[in-house]
């Protein structure tokens, strides 16, 4: 599998630009480019194990976009591919907004030294 910047880079634009509001308690995660689709009501997200449920989804997600969800891939591509999933997850996270998440991702994301 060679996979080049440019998919990974759409594959991130592609799931950044994720969360639609369907109505005042649920959300839908969609990436047009893959057919990827996580849906999550907004109460769900008011207790950690809840957070941590959502949290593991939204990273197999962003795995498989910037590709990382198997194959082969040579040292430049896999260090882009974990560049592209860094930053997706950050974003995805961000723009869902709730504290359990952010506070979530913020300690499975922090960097000692």
Do not use: W
């Not at 990436?31 to 941590?52: C, H, P, V, W, Y």
């Not at 974990?82 to 979530?104: G, M, N, S």
Request: net charge positive; with cysteine; proline share 1%.
């Amino acid at each position: 599998m060679n996979l080049g910047y440019k998919n990974f880079t759409a594959g991130a634009l592609a799931l950044a630009s994720f969360l639609i509001v369907t109505n005042a308690t649920a959300g839908e995660f969609a990436a047009k480019s893959d057919g990827i689709a996580i849906r999550f009501s907004q109460e769900e997200l008011n207790s950690s194990t809840d957070a941590e449920n959502l949290y593991r989804k939204l990273k197999q997600a962003s795995r498989k976009a910037c590709g990382l969800d198997g194959g082969f891939l040579n040292l430049g591509e896999k260090t882009r591919a974990q560049k592209c999933y860094d930053e997706t997850l950050a974003e995805i996270v961000h723009k869902i907004d709730r504290p359990l998440l952010t506070q979530l991702h913020d300690s499975k994301t922090s960097k000692v030294g």
